[in-house]
């Protein structure tokens, strides 16, 4: 278990609020007591906390690509990245370390959003990518790893592993969903994309979300039935 969080301005290349996101972070940290990291640029920033499970040297995140063009902090755990190795590398790409993640950071650049397809684990992650200027975020297909996400009223976009990290954002509006109150009351739960907070929605499962600079808003999008 990890705790993943961001921050991304689609119309603003200001960095994002350091201290803002290192709250994110902390309010992650038990589930990442292994190290914690984050990283800022223009318009976007990412934070991270490591249950280090596979190559624990060389797994820290938010993890690059070796240009440092590519962004991602993920949770989870990527059962096929062994089989995506030897694939990538056949197609000409070159890995750093034997972490899962950097699989995922390759599988990006050969196949774009339709490496979500190509995923068997389960995960919730972001990925930045600087030159394309999108942001993807994806979801397992069982819902395993979860995704929570709002816009402020600002126009900047958060996300993170568990609300209590959105609810250190002090713009994020308090007020509850009646309608996820009533479906609470009688099932027990909140069914995805629903969540109790009115302001914050959970990516569902087996679902991608592209966002991209210059653009607004963004949709969840099903890559598998």
């Known amino acids: 278990m990890c705790g993943i969080a ?11 609020d350091g201290t803002q996101l290192r709250r994110m ?36 995140q938010p993890m690059a690509t070796v240009d440092e063009r590519v962004w991602i902090v993920f949770n989870g755990e990527i059962y096929n990245h062994l089989a995506l190795r030897r694939e990538l590398e056949a197609a000409g790409h070159r890995f750093q370390t034997h972490s ?9 650049r ?8 190509r995923l068997d684990g389960m995960f919730a992650f972001a990925l930045w990518d600087r030159d394309r200027e999108e942001l993807l975020l994806g979801r397992d297909r069982l819902g395993e790893k979860p995704l929570d996400y709002a816009w402020l009223p600002d126009g900047t976009f958060a996300f993170a592993s568990e609300p209590g990290a959105l609810l250190t954002l002090p713009d994020l509006p308090r ?8 479906a609470y009351l009688a ?3 909140v069914p995805d994309p629903a969540t109790i907070h009115a302001a914050i929605r959970r990516l569902p499962p087996a679902h991608g979300m592209l966002l991209r600079r210059g653009r607004a808003g963004g949709e969840p999008r099903r890559y598998w039935s």
Request: with cysteine.
């Open 6 to 16: 961001g921050l991304f301005h689609p119309f603003r290349d200001a960095l994002p």
């Open 25 to 60: 972070g902390d309010a992650l940290a038990h589930r990442g007591p292994d190290g914690s990291g984050a990283h800022l640029e223009p318009g976007l920033g990412l934070a991270h906390r490591r249950l280090a499970i596979v190559d624990l040297a060389g797994g820290a």
């Open 100 to 108: 899962d993640t950097e699989a995922i950071l390759l599988a990006w």
């Open 110 to 117: 050969e196949w774009g959003a339709d490496c979500l397809t």
């Open 175 to 182: 007020g509850l969903d009646p309608a996820a109150v009533d």
């Open 187 to 189: 099932l027990g739960y």
